[in-house]
C-alpha cells in the first residue's frame, strides 16, 4: 500500500509543498511572492482536476468516476452506468464552485493579508465539501447497490488508491476492446 502512495508525481507536489514552507521559513520577508506562488499553484491544481473531470462528460467520452467504477469492480450496467455519469457531473460542479471561489479569493490580490486567512477557510471548506461527496457518495451507492457495494468506506478509498491513473487515462470498456478484435479479425 505504502509502494502504490509514495508515487514520483506525489512526493514531487509533497516535495514542493516542502520547498515552498521551507522557503517561507529562511525568508520571511518574501512572503508575499510565496503565498502568490501558492494560491497560483492551488488554482492550477484544482483547473487541472477540473478539466479531467469535465472532459469525461464530453460525448463518446466514458466518465472518469464510471472509469473508476468499472477497474475496481469490473462490471457495468446501465443503471451503475447512468448513477456514475451523476456522481462525476457533481464532483465537476463541486470542483468548478471550488476553482470561482479560489479564483475570487486571490484575483484581488494574490499575496494580500486578508486574502490568506480567507484563502485557508476557503481550502479547509473545500476539502471538507469533497470528503463530504466522497462519503455521501459511498454511503447513497451502498443503498442502491447494496449486492455489489463494498462493505467499508476504508476498503473503498483503499481501492480507489490502489487503482493507478494511467489504467483510468487509457481505459477501455470490455465491449468496445472485443469489437475491435472481431473488426480487425
Known amino acids: 500500500m505504502l509502494k502504490n502512495l ?21 525568508f ?29 462528460l464530453l460525448p463518446q467520452q466514458i466518465p472518469l468516476i464510471t472509469r473508476y467504477a468499472w477497474l475496481i469492480d469490473g462490471s457495468m450496467d446501465a443503471r451503475k452506468r447512468r448513477y456514475t455519469r451523476r456522481v462525476t457531473w457533481a464532483w465537476t460542479l463541486l ?16 499575496a494580500c493579508s486578508v486574502c490568506l486567512p480567507l484563502s485557508i477557510w476557503s481550502d479547509l471548506l473545500g476539502l471538507l465539501l469533497m470528503l463530504s461527496l ?6 447513497i451507492r451502498k443503498r442502491l447497490f447494496a449486492d455489489q457495494a463494498q462493505a467499508r ?6 481501492q480507489l488508491l490502489q487503482t493507478p491513473f494511467s489504467a483510468v487515462w487509457r481505459f477501455q470498456p470490455p465491449e468496445r476492446t472485443q469489437q475491435a478484435k472481431r473488426q480487425t479479425s
Open 134 to 139: 466522497l462519503g455521501g457518495e459511498f454511503l
Open 6 to 26: 509514495f508515487r514520483p508525481g506525489l512526493l514531487s507536489f509533497f516535495g514542493l509543498i516542502l520547498a515552498l514552507l521551507i522557503c517561507l521559513w529562511l
Open 28 to 56: 520571511p520577508q518574501s512572503q508575499a511572492l510565496l503565498l502568490a506562488i501558492w494560491q497560483g499553484l492551488m488554482l492550477l491544481g484544482l483547473s487541472f482536476v477540473w478539466l479531467l473531470f469535465a472532459a469525461s
Open 153 to 158: 468506506l476504508g476498503t473503498f478509498v483503499l
Open 95 to 110: 470542483l468548478g464552485w471550488l476553482w470561482l471561489n479560489k479564483l475570487q479569493i486571490i484575483l484581488p490580490d494574490p
